[in-house]
T-cell receptor, first 109, second 115 residues
């Protein structure tokens, strides 16, 4: 079975502060991990994936297999980062994505 | 088209009626997925198509739910004898191929409300 846990439903930070959105997963094989973001009144869109090892909009995420985590980080949050963030996992045997319940990030001015 | 298109964007219907939700994937995308997002919950997988066949239907919650895909393109999700617990946002996604790190591109969803 595969499971994704995002322990924080709500996260509020001030502009310029560092932000970390937590994601832990449960999967017996080697998963692919993704972060999706949904801005207000927009569709869900891919933010980044672990396999690309890229930084998008200043966000990074490192897959830690030992801790089964894929936390999303940004050193200096911006107001436009306010959105709902979903962590998702895809197992090696299939195509479905298993999502966490999401974290609503609010960046205050 | 430029992205995944879903229709209708909103649907309100009475309990017991049947509903059909439509998804038009990105042109050339062979994989198509349906998810459901209920109030206060994350996205829940329903069904996956590769071409016109559905190798994974394991997420369909009951036999009232069915889906088909024709011509390797448009898909319809049908819910028969709707119940109030079917109220949710139904999201469709497509990807170029199955897995292989191909990202899934989502539509805007259909917000279904059962009275």
């Amino acid at each position: 079975a595969q499971r994704v846990t995002q322990p924080e439903k709500l996260l509020s930070v001030f502009k310029g502060a560092p932000v970390e959105l937590k994601c832990n997963y449960s999967y017996s094989g080697s998963p692919e991990l993704f972060w999706y973001v949904q801005y207000s009144r927009q569709r869900l869109q891919l933010l980044l994936r672990h396999i690309s090892r890229e930084s998008i909009k200043g966000f990074t995420a490192d897959l830690n297999k030992g801790e089964t985590s894929f936390h999303l980080k940004k050193p200096f949050a911006q107001e436009e980062d306010s959105a709902m963030y979903y962590c998702a996992l895809r197992g090696t045997s299939g195509s479905r994505l298993t999502f966490g319940e999401g974290t609503q990030l609010t960046v205050n001015p | 088209g430029a992205g995944v298109s879903q229709s209708p964007s909103n649907k309100v219907t009475e309990k017991g009626k049947d509903v059909e939700l439509r998804c038009d994937p990105i042109s050339g995308h062979t994989a198509l997925y349906w998810y459901r997002q209920s109030l206060g919950q994350g996205l829940e997988f329903l069904i996956y198509f590769q071409g016109n066949s559905a190798p994974d239907k394991s997420g369909l919650p009951s036999d009232r739910f069915s889906a088909e895909r024709t011509g390797g393109s448009v898909s319809t999700l049908t819910i028969q004898r709707t119940q109030q617990e079917d109220s949710a946002v139904y999201l469709c996604a497509s990807s170029l191929t199955r897995g292989g790190s191909q990202p899934q591109h989502f539509g805007d969803g259909t917000r279904l409300s059962i009275l």
